[in-house]
């Protein structure tokens, strides 16, 4: 499968989250729902991992790929937290076209930190995104 089909996957899974947390946040606290969720993801992930990882890849895990990564589960960690907490007090018709504002903040440090190049269809598209998901919001 080419990036476009793995990430319209993420798209469908990721959708299919907003609703199966909302329904499991209702009489449970918000940040046990998200570690119960995280415990869920890292049980599912080291058997992904033991399945069909070669072994020997921890070879390719440096000092600064691992720097990243930990960050990176920081901010997930985070983002799932504020996820829940919204969740459990709003409508999923409503925070989810919020926290896909996610996709401008990525696209906007993209260019920051990786200097990728935007054409002006691209700052349509992601203009766009944003307008939506504030129509969404501001209902």
Same mark, same amino acid.
């Given at each position: 499968?080419?990036? $476009?089909?793995?990430?319209?996957?993420?798209?469908?899974?990721?959708?299919l989250t907003a609703?199966?947390a909302? *329904?499991?946040?209702?009489?449970?606290? *918000? =940040?046990?729902?998200?570690?119960l969720?995280? @415990?869920? &993801?890292?049980?599912?992930?080291?058997?992904?991992?033991?399945w069909?990882? #070669? *072994?020997?890849?921890?070879?390719?895990?440096g #000092?600064?790929? +691992?720097? $990243?990564? =930990? %960050?990176?589960?920081?901010? =997930?960690g &985070?983002?799932?937290?504020c996820? $829940?907490? &919204?969740?459990? @007090?709003?409508p999923?018709?409503?925070?989810?076209p919020?926290d896909? %504002?996610?996709v401008?903040?990525a696209?906007l440090?993209?260019? %920051?930190f $990786?200097?990728?190049k %935007?054409?002006?269809r691209?700052f349509?598209?992601?203009?766009?995104?944003? *307008?939506?998901?504030? +129509?969404m &919001?501001?209902?």
């Open positions: 499968m080419t990036w $476009f089909y793995w990430a319209l996957a993420s798209a469908v899974f990721a959708g609703v199966l909302k *329904a499991g946040v209702r009489q449970v606290d *918000a =940040t046990l729902a998200s570690a969720r995280c @415990s869920v &993801a890292v049980i599912f992930s080291w058997v992904l991992v033991w069909s990882v #070669p *072994a020997g890849s921890w070879k390719n895990v #000092p600064r790929s +691992l720097l $990243f990564i =930990t %960050l990176s589960g920081l901010a =997930t &985070a983002s799932w937290l996820y $829940f907490r &919204a969740l459990q @007090s709003g999923v018709s409503r925070v989810a919020i896909k %504002l996610s401008v903040v696209v440090l993209s260019m %920051l $990786f200097g990728e %935007l054409h002006s691209d349509i598209g992601v203009g766009l995104i944003a *307008a939506g998901a504030v +129509l &919001a501001l209902r």
